[in-house]
Antibody, heavy 118, light 107 residues
Framework: EVQLVESGGGLVQPGGSLRLSCAAS????????MNWVRQAPGKGLEWVSY????????YYADSVKGRFTISRDNAKNSLYLQMNSLRDEDTAVYYC???????????WGQGTLVTVSS | DIQMTQSPSSLSASVGDRVTITCRAS??????LAWYQQKPGKVPKLLIY???TLQSGVPSRFSGSGSGTDFTLTISSLQPEDVATYYC?????????FGGGTKVEIK
């Protein structure tokens, strides 16, 4: 069974940093690209970042470019999102999601809440 | 960047009604269009990919159509368990874009 479990969310002050993790199981993690997607309270879904299976290709949404860094450790079956210079508008539930080749996100984690507030 | 525009933003229909949601891409995306269902407090669930292919386990009352820039999600007979927000998503590149969502309620 495919499982994605996020962790690392919490309350952080504006300008602070946080590192999210996503532990994957039930599939060959190293064969799949991965995404981070977020959802602000009461709002829609927003794609945040993409990383290819080998980490050779990485993309970010303009809203987080220069502040967030996506990475992965295939030996540990884990995906990460380092978030720096956090702003109020980064408050959201952050989901990791599997991205098969030439297909949309098919499996999502349960999400982890990040709250940026003073 | 390609923008995805959904309409309506919300709708209210009776059980058994046929419901249609549209999604328009600002540029052609062939059939690289997915639909997700998100029930309140839950994780988004993939319903349809490649514009019209039903994900395994999704009830047959859901269907999708379209290609290029204009797409449609149809629920042939609305059920109480279909109350949710529906999102379209383009995936013709590594970067993804979601539509703004359509909230479906029972009248």
């Amino acid at each position: 069974e495919v499982q994605l479990v996020e962790s690392g969310g919490g309350l952080v002050q504006p300008g602070g940093s946080l590192r999210l993790s996503c532990a994957a199981s039930g599939f060959t993690f190293s064969s799949y690209s991965m995404n981070w997607v977020r959802q602000a309270p009461g709002k829609g879904l927003e794609w945040v970042s993409y990383i290819s299976s080998s980490s050779s290709t990485i993309y970010y949404a303009d809203s987080v470019k220069g502040r967030f860094t996506i990475s992965r450790d295939n030996a540990k079956n884990s995906l990460y999102l380092q978030m720096n210079s956090l702003r109020d508008e980064d408050t959201a539930v952050y989901y990791c999601a599997r991205r098969p080749f030439d297909a949309p996100n098919d499996y999502w984690g349960q999400g982890t809440l990040v709250t940026v507030s003073s | 960047d390609i923008q995805m525009t959904q309409s309506p933003s919300s709708l209210s229909a009776s059980v058994g009604d046929r419901v249609t949601i549209t999604c328009r891409a600002s540029q052609g995306i062939s059939n690289y269009l997915a639909w997700y269902q998100q029930k309140p407090g839950k994780v988004p669930k993939l319903l349809i990919y490649a514009a019209s292919t039903l994900q395994s386990g999704v009830p047959s009352r859901f269907s999708g159509s379209g290609s290029g820039t204009d797409f449609t999600l149809t629920i042939s007979s609305l059920q109480p368990e279909d109350v949710a927000t529906y999102y379209c998503q383009k995936y013709n590149s590594a970067t993804l874009t979601f539509g703004g969502g359509t909230k479906v309620e029972i009248k």
